[in-house]
């Protein structure tokens, strides 16, 4: 028995789009996590290894305290080269990973290959690149706001850093979850409608301002999901840098480099996974409310129905 098509042009409540986005990871496992680990995988390995190489130097306590690895070693080449293949892979793995999904709604389940997606994603990297440098430009002008407006309150004393921390909080917890949903939904947004960066951020303003409340509660239960999976993977290697940092401290047998090189990979990869898992609710979030909205997939069907009877000499009026 061959496993059912997923639609995506259908509107669904939250609990619908959890239930069809797990089934969606359940039915493509193999397919979506391969194609992250063949054409995302090198470059997680890199950075993992980097960051292996890095704590590890780092847990030397002792000379830290003697002066001899800060700030030189802090900020050593080691660093900056894990703060670009950082971005690189960030920039891969949000790629591919909705490249993979609308690659699913145009050409259907086992229709599709590895190079597909990694075609798809060659011709799309200037617009993936320019969509991720445009986000970091809004991210940068919020972040100048918010400075502006802490300055403004902290010349009021501790009244105005109290008002702060509460504005900061309330504004956390109501606006994050749609924050994330409206950043992350511009990619599937660019790639799938071929517009520009305003254009796609109004788009997915507009969506997310028409469906807040079902935004909020969807991303902040796939982010509590995320989290508690991102935990567990991180478990080992936060265990084996306390024993690396115990060991420097004691000067004691250092741990080895080799152990703490292998659990930093494992959760680097792990985290890069559990993270192509939000993109792919995200992704099916943005189709349902775009179907809520706009009803692109009903006005598609339209089409194929009249497409049918242009086509059907039987059919008479």
Not at 34 to 39: D, H, Q, V
Not at 160 to 184: D, E, N, R
Not at 214 to 231: H, K, Q
Request: charged share 10%; net charge negative.
């Amino acid at each position: 028995m061959h496993p059912e098509q997923i639609e995506f042009n259908k509107s669904r409540d939250f609990s619908e789009t959890l239930t069809i986005s797990f089934a969606f990871i359940k039915q493509n496992f193999k397919g979506f996590f391969k194609t992250i680990l063949f054409l995302v995988g090198p470059i997680l390995l890199i950075n993992a290894i980097l960051s292996g190489i890095y704590l590890q130097n780092m847990f030397d306590i002792n000379s830290i305290m003697a002066g001899n690895r800060f700030p030189s070693e802090v900020f050593s080449p080691i660093y900056f080269l894990i703060i670009i293949f950082s971005i690189v892979a960030n920039i891969m793995l949000v790629g591919i990973a909705y490249e993979y999904i609308i690659l699913y709604e145009k050409k259907g389940l086992n229709n599709f290959t590895i190079n597909d997606v990694w075609n798809a994603f060659v011709a799309d990297l200037g617009l993936i690149v320019s969509t991720f440098f445009f986000l970091i430009g809004v991210l940068i002008l919020f972040g100048f706001a918010f400075a502006l407006i802490s300055l403004l309150l902290s010349l009021l004393g501790a009244v105005g850093v109290a008002l702060l921390f509460i504005i900061f909080l309330v504004t956390f917890f109501l606006l994050g979850p749609p924050l994330v949903f409206l950043i992350s939904a511009i990619y599937p947004i660019r790639i799938r409608e071929r517009i520009g960066n305003v254009a796609a951020f109004s788009k997915a303003y507009n969506l997310t301002k028409a469906n807040f409340g079902g935004t909020w509660v969807i991303i902040f239960i796939s982010y509590l999901i995320i989290i508690v999976l991102a935990l567990v993977l991180t478990i080992p290697a936060a265990i084996v840098g306390g024993m690396a940092a115990m060991h420097s401290v004691n000067d004691a047998s250092s741990v080895s480099s080799l152990l703490l090189t292998v659990v930093n990979i494992v959760s680097t990869f792990g985290g890069s996974l559990v993270n192509a898992l939000l993109f792919i609710i995200i992704g099916f979030h943005y189709f349902s409310i775009n179907e809520k909205e706009n009803g692109d997939g009903l006005l598609d069907r339209i089409n194929q129905i009249g497409q049918h009877n242009e086509n059907n000499d039987d059919i008479t009026i």
